[in-house]
């Protein structure tokens, strides 16, 4: 199976293109902080203001995903996609879900400052590499970590640092974002921000694949120290209780049992992307119902471990904490409005569970269904 490196799409467009258009921004500092992207243009965002009154200081921060690239070749061909050059970014850009402009759909944030950002470094805003690469007579620009910061400091003059109320999330690369830098972001906001974190679909293992081979590990190994990323630009206490392996701290799973931040995890249990470039199981881009009863074993096990990952780990068990981990073949489910509306775990969706959680702090153990070895295999009617 080919690897991609684009994991989700870039622009979402929703149903109603007046009330949920964000307009591009560019960073107003990148030269003086030498925070760029990847082919050296300034870094940036899409945003919509909020519609004021009391939602005025309230913001929703949504990371779009794309991958990563694994070696030098591989971001020089990113540096010349719209994933390493804010050149070739629309003027505008739709967002649906938690960040959709209409209140049927969104009924908690949909008049908050709504902001997609994008992260075109290649590593979910993890590098800091001093001295560019030069990779086909190109330098290539690896500072993920000033990237991070200098948005939040053109978002700042905009009104974030006196935000009252933030959701940080982001799906599949940009959910991995939003598992790394959850913390380091509440360094940046007022203390008594009601702050949260819901990463989608960026859960990824640190796995060997179904021939038993540790080919994911490996890249992001090679991309840890091809960016330069280090304690600091990543969860700190994460690379602190990893010092033998700290680029272990790439991985969720290995950040997450030291995130304070409150957090709900998002994600499939069957998540597509995963399945195909993680385990590489053959059947993959068909879906389950093209597979034989041994690819669905493997993808069981494959859930298997992925829950023991989450469920073991001290974060899980705190109050302030959820999941909602369905069983959807899929991957960044929770960025359009179908499945955040309609996909359901226990009769709730995500929308309802992400709203309960964020105002009022209820928590959800919501942990989907495992596959059958009887066709039609799957068991979650509203994936």
């Not at 993890?126 to 910061?149: A, C, F, Q």
């Not at 409150?262 to 881009?285: A, E, F, R």
């Not at 469920?311 to 960044?332: A, D, G, I, M, R």
């Not at 969706?349 to 009887?374: F, I, P």
Request: glycine content about 8%; aromatic content about 10%; hydrophobic content about 35%.
């Amino acid at each position: 199976m080919k690897r991609s490196v684009v994991l989700a799409i870039l622009f979402i467009v929703g149903s109603y293109a007046g009330i949920n258009t964000m307009e591009k921004t560019l960073v107003k500092n990148a030269n003086a902080t030498g925070a760029f992207c990847l082919d050296g243009t300034p870094p940036g965002y899409y945003w919509r203001a909020s519609k004021g009154g009391a939602a005025s200081n309230n913001w929703v921060i949504n990371i779009f995903g794309g991958g990563w690239c694994y070696n030098e070749k591989e971001c020089y061909e990113r540096s010349k996609t719209q994933l390493g050059s804010s050149t070739l970014w629309p003027a505008s850009s739709e967002g649906g879900a938690e960040l959709s402009g209409d209140p049927s759909v969104n009924p908690v944030f949909h008049d908050w400052n709504a902001v997609h950002v994008f992260y075109c470094d290649g590593a979910s805003f993890s590098g800091n590499r001093e001295e560019p690469l030069v990779v086909e007579n190109t330098k290539l620009y690896m500072r993920g970590h000033r990237v991070l910061d200098a948005i939040l400091e053109d978002l700042g003059e905009k009104g974030l640092h006196n935000a009252k109320q933030v959701l940080l999330t982001g799906c599949s690369a940009g959910g991995l974002s939003t598992f790394l830098h959850a913390d380091y972001v509440a360094s940046r906001l007022p203390r008594n921000a009601h702050y949260k974190a819901m990463p989608k679909s960026g859960f990824f293992l640190a796995s060997v694949n179904y021939q038993d081979k540790p080919v994911y590990i490996d890249e992001m190994e090679y991309v840890w120290k091809m960016q330069n990323v280090s304690r600091g630009t990543v969860n700190s206490a994460c690379v602190d209780a990893n010092r033998d392996a700290p680029h272990r701290c790439m991985f969720a799973p290995y950040t997450y049992p030291h995130i304070r931040t409150p957090i709900l995890v998002l994600n499939s249990i069957y998540d597509s992307w995963q399945l195909g470039n993680i385990l590489n199981l053959p059947c993959t881009s068909k879906g389950p119902r093209s597979c034989n009863v041994q690819e669905i074993q493997d993808a069981n096990g494959y859930r298997a471990k992925f829950l023991h990952e989450i469920v073991s780990s001290p974060t899980f068990k705190e109050k302030q904490n959820s999941v909602f981990l369905n069983s959807c073949w899929t991957h960044c489910e929770g960025e359009g409005n179908h499945g955040w509306m309609n996909m359901k775990i226990k009769n709730l969706s995500m929308r309802d569970v992400v709203g309960a959680w964020y105002q009022n702090g209820t928590r959800h153990e919501l942990l989907d269904c495992e596959y059958s070895l009887k066709e039609p295999f799957t068991c979650n009617p509203t994936c």
